[in-house]
């Protein structure tokens, strides 16, 4: 079946500007989580939903950076005014449940790079 | 802070020889310790997972032990293929709720022919 899916795979934005990731998750999967990947570093967690809510955002950096995911499925991070250190791979997964031993499948990551 | 360290950063080795990876957590509490593969450009790919009461898993060449009391895990790879150069990611759950995973910063393995 189909994996988790992230688009674009690359993203090229100037400072200052706006831009949004997507996220598809294995389609029956009520749990997402965005994380963020910089170069030789292990993935930093960002966002965790729960179906339509975000369960737990307290990995967010700051104020302009938000997430969604409006219908349970699919979701989208947005950055606002876009900084060079918002330069990172940001990978999606998802799991069945959230559940402590579930599996989490990752996407292959939008890799961000901000001039 | 939970914080997961893993050991060493980079190694190269040739085909055909082991090679045994080293994490140590700080992670509290404890739920599951994970050992993920990631390939370049790829997002991680799940190779073993270990609840407190585990202290071995095992997949295909692939070994991993726990030791809950020492808060330290190991990975061991068994007769290397070229196909096992990537990064090795410890990755540690503390058992909150939605299973928030803490990463480590991965070892880098090259195998050469």
């Known amino acids: 079946g189909a994996g988790v899916s992230q688009t674009p795979s690359n993203k090229v934005t100037e400072k200052g500007k706006y831009v949004e990731l997507r996220c598809d998750p294995i389609?029956?999967?009520?749990?997402l989580y965005w994380y963020r990947q910089s170069l030789g570093q292990g993935p930093e967690f960002l966002i965790y939903f729960q179906g339509t809510g975000a369960a737990d955002d307290s990995g967010l950096p700051n104020d302009r950076f938000f997430a969604v995911r409006p219908e349970g499925s699919v979701s989208t991070l947005k950055i606002q005014r876009t900084e060079r250190g918002d330069s990172a791979v940001y990978l999606c997964?998802?799991?069945?449940?959230?559940?402590?031993?579930?599996?989490?499948?990752f996407g292959p990551g939008t890799r961000l790079t901000v001039l | 802070k939970n914080q997961v360290e893993q050991s060493p950063q980079s190694l190269i080795i040739l085909e055909g020889k082991n090679c045994t990876l080293q994490c140590n957590y700080t992670v509290s509490p404890f739920s599951n310790l994970r050992w993920y593969k990631q390939d370049t450009g790829r997002g991680p790919v799940s190779l073993t997972i270990m609840t407190f009461s585990e202290n071995t898993k095992s997949n295909g060449r692939y070994t991993a032990t726990l030791d809950a009391d020492t808060k330290q895990s190991s990975l061991h790879i068994t007769a290397s293929q070229l196909s096992d150069s990537a990064s090795y990611i410890c990755v540690v759950s503390a058992g909150n709720a939605g299973n928030m995973l803490t990463f480590g910063g991965g070892t880098r393995l090259m195998v050469k022919p």
């Open positions: 389609s029956g999967h009520t749990a």
């Open positions: 997964a998802s799991s069945t449940t959230g559940g402590l031993t579930d599996t989490q499948y």
